[in-house]
């Protein structure tokens, strides 16, 4: 099984409770406050620190200027990334500011790109990418099924399992074909030769 690895960012605070199978906790900012407050220790926490200043204990410390390219989040993923983490799950990074919302679903793409999966989770959604290939998304009861693509276009692309199915299909940046779908069995299958394929889960 792949190595994960939490990271919790300052957005709109959510409870944090499936962090128990983490092999490295990252906090950013106002992200340790979150953690503090739902009982967990970080391995690390960095950023800038504008949201948060208050103290912090029991972990490592990396302090970076306010004038830079990443968010506190960037940061914290380019260094899951060089820890050779490439299964990433990030935390209190919905709602809030809309640009810093927008910020989290690219880096999806980014962690895409460098061969890696991210994951974004809320009270009310789970929302991640798929990789080429073929792969199965097990029946969430009471939340809809969405699938968009981070790329340009993803390609032959294959649901079934689902009420709207697809047969060697496409779907592009520019349409949201795949809003709003709904399993009809109790694992939907998914396939696709080329892109990033997002996938939400949000609850009814």
């Given at each position: ?39 967990i ?6 950023g800038?620190?504008d ?10 410390v ?9 968010t506190?989040?960037?940061?914290a ?10 299964h ?92 709003s ?24």
């Open positions: 099984m792949e190595k994960r690895c939490l990271i919790i960012s300052g957005g709109e605070f959510s409870p944090v409770e499936d962090y128990t199978d983490s092999d490295y906790i990252i906090a950013c900012d106002k992200g340790y406050e979150y953690a503090v407050r739902c009982g220790t970080p391995d690390l926490t960095l800038d620190f949201s948060y200043s208050g103290e912090v204990k029991n972990c490592e990396h302090r970076c200027k306010p004038e830079k390219d990443d506190d989040t960037m940061l993923i380019k260094e899951a990334l060089k820890m050779g983490y490439k990433l799950s990030l935390r209190c990074a919905l709602g809030g500011r809309m640009d810093h919302l927008v910020a989290n679903l690219q880096s999806i793409a980014y962690v895409a790109n460098e061969g890696g999966v991210l994951d974004i989770t809320d009270s009310n959604n789970v929302m991640y990418n798929l990789l080429p290939g073929v792969h199965h998304l097990k029946r969430r009861e009471g939340y809809s099924l969405s699938f968009f693509s981070l790329s340009e276009r993803c390609e032959d692309l294959s649901l079934s399992g689902v009420k709207y199915e697809l047969h060697n299909g496409e779907l592009t940046s520019s349409f949201p074909l795949g809003v779908n709904e399993w009809t069995a109790e694992e939907a299958e998914v396939s696709f030769k080329a892109g990033i394929l997002l996938v939400i889960m949000s609850k009814l």
